[in-house]
């Protein structure tokens, strides 16, 4: 059994009621949970929340909230781990077990729900304890810079004259979802893990929404999107 679980306070700082604001005419939200219900892969869906509006508006949508996030997974310094285990917990104590479960985060509605299956299965058969996203870094990480008081200097001056073709590419989290095996997770309480696999994402496939500026972004790589499905 496979269980969905949706994180989305209601408290969001830097974007004020971020999860449910109007992305091309729908709460943003509402991606992530049509996609995780229209994927078939899932007995559950449910949204993770302190937020009555979020809860109803989920429920409406045609995801689950059978309990509210507690304060203390509310606030600022609850991290995501920690949200996954309360709800992996309370499901125990109504006699609810998933072998599985992908926590996908509610302002990603650039992700197809073919990625999720995809990652998926790479974790059944690669007996990982988490398979996420990711993404390439867009240029050499080995040739970063940082500054010295008022001068500019390179982290790893080794690398100044090398190839960018022959310095390793190097990805980072692409912050969209995370696929884990329950009792594993329960047992080490990690996402990543020294067991875990990664799928990478194309750029247009992922956009972190942190300011006003990442949400145009998002905004701008959707309406593309739409556009090469339409010209296909």
């Not at 059978?66 to 992996?88: C, G, H, M, Q, S």
């Not at 008081?149 to 969209?176: C, F």
């Amino acid at each position: 059994m496979n269980l969905a679980i949706i994180p989305a306070r209601g408290g969001s700082k830097r974007i004020p009621r971020k999860n449910i604001r109007d992305f091309h005419g729908k709460p943003i939200i509402s991606y992530a949970i049509l996609n995780c219900l229209n994927s078939n892969m899932f007995d559950e869906v449910m949204v993770s929340t302190d937020d009555n509006e979020i809860a109803e508006f989920a429920i409406s949508c045609g995801a689950k909230v059978p309990f509210l996030r507690t304060e203390k997974n509310a606030n600022d310094y609850a991290t995501t781990a920690d949200v996954l285990i309360e709800v992996l917990e309370n499901y125990q104590k109504n006699g609810k077990v998933f072998e599985s479960f992908c926590c996908l985060y509610p302002t990603t509605p650039l992700l197809k729900s073919e990625r999720l299956k995809e990652a998926y299965q790479y974790m059944i058969n690669n007996d990982f304890d988490t398979v996420f996203g990711v993404l390439k870094f867009d240029y050499p990480i080995q040739r970063a810079l940082r500054f010295n008081k008022e001068k500019v200097e390179m982290i790893w001056e080794e690398n100044l004259n090398k190839r960018s073709q022959d310095l390793e590419s190097a990805y980072h989290d692409s912050g969209q979802f995370y696929w884990l095996k329950t009792e594993r997770f329960l047992k080490n309480q990690k996402i990543f893990t020294s067991n875990s696999g990664a799928v990478v994402l194309d750029a247009n496939e992922a956009q972190d929404i942190d300011n006003e500026t990442d949400w145009q972004m998002t905004e701008l790589k959707y309406s593309l999107l739409k556009k090469i499905i339409l010209q296909v």
